[in-house]
């Protein structure tokens, strides 16, 4: 029985010993001869999403844009690359990420957006939220954030937040509203849903859709 035992014993250690090889295999590869030459996988493939930066310029397009809606004869919806919609929250965004966070980008995924940065570890308790597998992640690490739009109420809508990654660790499903809480600075409105990260929008916007690699936000119509 004991060998037995010491033989289960034996395949978890080196499970986990597997486990952590390869999520801090960036830090040992370089001394493997025969690994060097191994192209590592990156997020923007070929065919994959494209990120787009956050700049002023894209800011000023997706304002135009949006107060657009906000005229009388204006259009009933206005659609925008991602990377301008997350230029122009990008006041109430940065207010949602650790003060550290930098290279922030936004992408689309189907039904989804996508926004992410480079952030250290220390401006805020997320390794707590990752429990034991806080000692796989580096002190500064990408943190990859994707979901949907929803209307809060008039003037307040909020990003739902149904995916992340924390450098290459995905967060388990349950483990998002932890990790948002331990992110989110301030107290929050109420009616924000506990994987919401809630930022202000103009009254005359009622909607938002993610589809075919643009957001459409829908003007609000009169009743």
């Keep these: 029985m004991f060998g037995c035992l010491r033989r289960i014993v034996f395949l978890v250690v080196l499970c986990v010993a597997a486990i952590a090889a390869y999520l801090t295999r960036d830090r040992w590869i370089g001394y493997v001869p025969w690994l060097k030459s191994v192209p590592r996988a990156t997020t923007t493939t070929a065919g994959g999403p494209k990120w787009e930066p ?3 310029d894209g800011a000023a397009r997706a ?4 107060e657009s809606l906000g005229k009388r004869n204006g ?13 122009y929250f990008y006041i109430a965004l940065a207010q949602q990420l650790p003060p550290s966070a930098d290279s922030i980008q936004a992408s689309t995924t189907g039904s989804r957006m996508y926004v992410r940065a480079v952030i250290s570890l220390d401006d805020f308790k997320a390794a707590d939220a990752l429990g034991p597998l806080s000692g796989f992640v580096g002190r500064r690490e990408p943190l990859q954030m994707g ?5 809060v ?4 809508a909020q990003f739902l937040v149904e995916d992340v990654r924390l450098g290459e660790l995905p967060i388990p499903r349950g483990g998002i509203p932890k990790l948002l809480r331990q992110i989110r600075r301030g107290s ?3 009616g924000v849903a506990e994987n919401g990260l809630p930022f202000v929008v103009p009254t005359y916007v009622a909607d938002a859709r993610v589809a075919d690699g643009k957001v459409t936000l829908y003007k609000t119509t009169p009743k």
Excluded: E, H, N
């Design 75 to 87: 259009p009933v919806f206005v659609s925008l690359a991602p990377g301008d919609l997350a230029s």
């Design 147 to 151: 979901g949907t739009f929803a209307l």
């Design 153 to 156: 109420r008039p003037a307040l």
């Design 63 to 66: 304002r135009q844009a949006i």
């Design 54 to 56: 956050v700049t002023d």
């Design 188 to 190: 929050m409105p109420p």
